[in-house]
T-cell receptor
């Protein structure tokens, strides 16, 4: 299957700082990528849809100024958690479809964020 | 409201003891039903997609089936390496083409 890679796999930061997570499609181009959030023992919740060359689409209840998404190329999307607080601590996972638009959804390895 | 429920929440099996995981859904229309495997601290790994009632797919010791209201993931003669959380998700006609609704998962532990 297609490979989606995330970096970093884990990050610890102080409250009030910003953290950037990268998501790359390694062997295919992804015009659209999806960012999910997962709390312990809970299901994945879609946060936003990242669109190459245009603004991201956020799900209801997700603060777009808190979670900045940039999709600058066909293989890279970034999620920046701004002014992070302890309640932002979570497991963030990106995904993309291969082939784009109609294929299966493949996930990255996830990024564990801990805000102190 | 579209929703998906997985049961049981957790399942403990002895190696070789076959069983089934359930994923029931209430949706206005189904584009696809997906099964994923998730290991601790990792992203979900794609297993199967099912599109219509009666469809079945197999991969090694796993077989997924779909009816109009639920899907089953059958595990035949499981091994300890099958231990993981199994997630199902559906893609409906509401909420946009790209939106998958995930269940909370079934945590499977297979003991030697």
């Amino acid at each position: 299957g297609a490979v989606v890679s995330q970096h970093p796999s884990w990050v610890i930061c102080k409250s009030g700082t910003s953290v950037k997570i990268e998501c790359r499609s390694l062997d295919f181009q992804a015009t659209t990528m999806f960012w999910y959030r997962q709390f312990p023992k809970q299901s994945l919740m879609l946060m936003a849809t990242s669109n190459e060359g245009s603004k991201a689409t956020y799900e209801q209840g997700v603060e777009k100024d808190k979670f900045l998404i940039n999709h600058a190329s066909l293989t890279l999307s970034t999620l920046t958690v701004t002014s992070a607080h302890p309640e932002d601590s979570s497991f963030y996972i990106c995904s993309a479809r291969d082939p784009p638009g109609a294929g299966e959804l493949f996930f990255g390895e996830g990024s564990r964020l801990t805000v102190l | 409201e579209d929703q998906v429920t997985q049961s049981p929440e957790a399942l403990r099996l002895q190696e070789g003891e076959s069983s089934s995981l359930n994923c029931s859904y209430t949706v206005s229309g189904l584009r696809g039903l997906f099964w994923y495997r998730q290991d601790p601290g990792k992203g979900p790994e794609f297993l199967f997609t099912l599109y219509s009632a009666g469809e079945e797919k197999e991969k090694e010791r796993l077989k997924a089936t779909l009816t109009k209201k639920e899907s089953f993931l059958h595990i035949t003669a499981p091994k300890p390496e099958d231990s993981a959380t199994y997630l199902c998700a559906f893609q409906g006609f509401s909420g946009g083409y790209n939106k998958l609704i995930f269940g909370a998962g079934t945590r499977l532990a297979v003991h030697p």
